[in-house]
């Protein structure tokens, strides 16, 4: 399965951290929260891996390259205007000519969710389109999702 990085914002939220270095470098426990999330996927089977870019791509490229380092295969879709977040999707998943079902992570989530069993769920369920969620305490910082029982 084709997994895709959203990895072309330009983490204002991070300034100052973010002046310089593009969001998915800003390292956490001395790694860049990108290589994490590599190394997560990779946890998980998911080899090939394409990642949208646009704020200092360059910083980005140089330091993964083609992914082959930490073992995947990794692919970029630089956007010269940002596209958003529908956007950067709809533009990889061409361009990766993507037909199937795939996974997109944010390059600043830090998670340990079990991608493989996530993947399962969606299938299981034939599902258009299933999102992992997180309750939190203090909902300002992030977006409030209402569903029914029955996880819809």
């Known amino acids: ?6 990895a072309a914002g330009y983490g204002t939220r991070l300034e100052p951290l973010t002046l310089a270095v593009p ?57 010269e205007e940002l596209l958003g977040t529908a956007g950067g999707i709809k533009r990889m998943a061409r361009a990766a000519c993507v037909s199937d079902t795939f996974l997109v992570l944010s390059s600043d989530a ?8 996530l993947a399962a769920y969606h299938k299981e369920k034939e599902a258009l389109a299933t999102i992992a969620l997180s309750r939190v305490n203090e909902v300002s910082e992030f977006g409030i999702v209402v569903r029914n029982d029955g996880g819809k």
């Open 1 to 6: 399965m084709k997994a895709f990085i959203l």
């Open 23 to 79: 969001k998915p470098m800003v390292p956490i426990v001395n790694l860049p929260t990108m290589q994490h999330n590599i190394e997560l996927l990779k946890q998980h089977g998911f080899r090939d891996i394409t990642a949208n870019i646009h704020y200092h791509p360059e910083q980005i490229e140089n330091y993964f390259g083609d992914g082959s380092a930490f073992g995947v295969n990794l692919s970029y879709s630089f956007e």
């Open 110 to 117: 830090l998670t340990d969710i079990n991608l493989g069993r």
